[in-house]
Nanobody, 123 residues
Framework: VQLQASGGGLVQPGGSLRLSCTAS????????MGWFRQAPGTEREFVGA????????YYEESVAGRFTISRDNAKNTVYLQMNSLKPEDTAVYYC?????????????????WGQGTLVTVSS
């Protein structure tokens, strides 16, 4: 199983960025997908998740209303659209796959992890 995250980069405060995560080696439509992030010197934290059908999403409070998770099961890809970015959003962002319906918010609930992509929000 491989999860390949991409789309990170440098963006100014208030800007937008879209991350992608493409999965291989698993039946994508049978996995809920989540996004986590880890800033330097901190623990990895939950950002949001989407159910295996894409019909439900769940977000951490600090990103709700600014971030949107979507998925395309035909392309085995999940997306994280990030708007109104703030310097405190700077982190390495990881995608993860949770067997079954999904919407888990704990790392322990996830079966597979991507390698991470760095997002830097700075002027």
């Amino acid at each position: 199983v491989q999860l390949q995250a991409s789309g990170g980069g440098l963006v100014q405060p208030g800007g937008s960025l879209r991350l992608s995560c493409t999965a291989s080696g698993l039946t994508f439509s049978t996995y809920g997908m989540g996004w986590f992030r880890q800033a330097p010197g901190t623990e990895r934290e939950f950002v949001g998740a989407i159910s295996m059908t894409g019909g439900s999403t769940y977000y951490e409070e600090s990103v709700a209303g600014r971030f949107t998770i979507s998925r395309d099961n035909a392309k085995n890809t999940v997306y994280l659209q990030m708007n109104s970015l703030k310097p405190e959003d700077t982190a390495v962002y990881y995608c993860a796959a949770e067997r079954g319906y999904g919407l888990g918010s704990s790392m322990e609930q996830y079966d597979y992890w991507g390698q991470g992509t760095l997002v830097t929000v700075s002027s």
